[in-house]
């Protein structure tokens, strides 16, 4: 690979990310029309590698290439919301069971101070930290479980759900129910209570469908 395909590739790169932090963290708020000259000069980078970006997002469901009218920051998709949570919920049900049966130490340690961190952000107000805590908190589940591929594979089907999730945790600051259950699926893998920690996955994992109607009535054009 040439240095020039090099420098290309990372300033695609480099535009991909900070679009798509942008995104997720609601700077580019859903419904926004954005343009690829605008970024491009804002980034100081020429249009092609941010043209890729768009395509890339565009695949990812968080842009949404309209032709002969412009690019916009797709909503959010309810039903796609629900289709990645109960995704989610049916693996992560068994993940956490399996959590329960075989979890090596180093991952129980992991998982303490993740909440232990999760409840710092709680005092400093911190959203985005705590949204990147909590994908942590379950991931490590799933790599403590050796089921690592799986978690990947979730990424992809959890875009709006994730996105829904992120903006839950940043027009509510009362994180309390999120970190509790935490900690109590943290005691339930140490005590090996299987089916037990199977019904707060699952009441967990639907926190967001309690919410998702508040959110919907308050901010309708996010949603589709």
């Known amino acids: 690979m040439s240095t020039e395909q090099k420098i290309k590739g990372s300033t695609r790169e480099y535009s991909y990310q900070l679009l798509k932090e942008r995104i ?3 700077e580019l708020e859903p419904g926004t ?5 605008e970024i491009a000069d804002e980034l100081n980078v020429s249009r092609t590698p941010v043209r890729e970006a768009f395509m890339k997002l565009a695949e990812e469901e968080l842009l949404d290439i309209i032709p002969q009218s412009g690019t916009i920051v797709s909503r959010i998709n309810l039903r796609h919301v629900e289709e990645g ?4 919920e049916k693996i992560e049900k068994e993940i956490v069971s399996l959590a ?13 101070t993740n909440i232990a961190l999760q409840d710092i952000c709680a005092v400093n107000h911190n959203f985005h930290k705590l949204f990147e805590l909590d994908e942590e908190f379950h991931q ?4 403590g479980t050796r089921k ?6 979730l990424q992809q089907l959890n875009i709006h ?9 940043s027009k509510d600051s009362n994180w309390g129910n999120i970190i509790s259950q935490h900690k109590e699926l943290y005691q339930m893998i140490v005590n090996q209570e299987a089916e037990q920690a199977r019904q707060v996955m699952e009441d967990h994992l639907r926190l967001v469908v309690v919410e998702q109607d508040i959110l919907r009535e308050k ?3 996010y949603f589709i």
């Open 161 to 169: 759900f994730n996105r829904l999730r992120l903006l839950r945790l």
């Open 219 to 221: 901010y309708p054009h």
């Open 140 to 143: 490590i589940l799933f790599e």
């Open 85 to 88: 949570r109960f995704i989610r």
């Open 148 to 153: 690592e591929r799986t978690w990947k594979m």
């Open 100 to 112: 329960c049966t075989q979890f090596p130490e180093e991952y129980r340690f992991r998982l303490e």
């Open 24 to 26: 997720f963290h609601l």
């Open 33 to 37: 029309k954005i343009s690829e000259k």
